[in-house]
Nanobody
């Protein structure tokens, strides 16, 4: 069992930055692939990026490549999403997710989810 709690969301102007954190409770956090997803009103939940168990590999959706960075600190049971050059279209609720799978991209592939944190980017 893994419990995930996100924080760090808020309101920011276009071009600004935010860093989201996801703290996990439970044992052996380093054995879980961790991902970030987002969901805007009226839209399906969308893959943003994932990080491998060791942190050596990351993958991103094309729309955030070069702007967002996923990292993790297994000693702190924490995963981060650094978001730079934010755009109004990045506005969404951002979710942290974890799964024992080696690599996963779809929401239905992740077993554990946080409650989400709102990110709003004003133009």
């Amino acid at each position: 069992q893994v419990q995930l709690v996100e924080s760090g969301g808020g309101l920011v102007q276009a071009g600004g930055s935010l860093r989201l954190s996801c703290v996990a409770s439970g044992r052996q956090f380093s054995t879980y692939t961790t991902g970030w997803f987002r969901q805007a009103p009226g839209k399906e939940r969308e893959f943003v990026g994932i990080i491998s168990r060791s942190g050596s590999r990351t993958y991103y959706v094309d729309s955030v490549k070069g702007r967002f960075t996923v990292s993790r600190d297994n000693a702190k049971n924490t995963v981060y999403l650094q978001m730079n050059s934010l755009k109004p279209e990045d506005t969404a609720v951002y979710y942290c997710a974890a799964d024992i799978a080696t690599i996963a991209y779809r929401p239905d592939e992740f077993e554990y989810w946080g409650q989400g944190t709102q990110v709003t980017v004003s133009s």
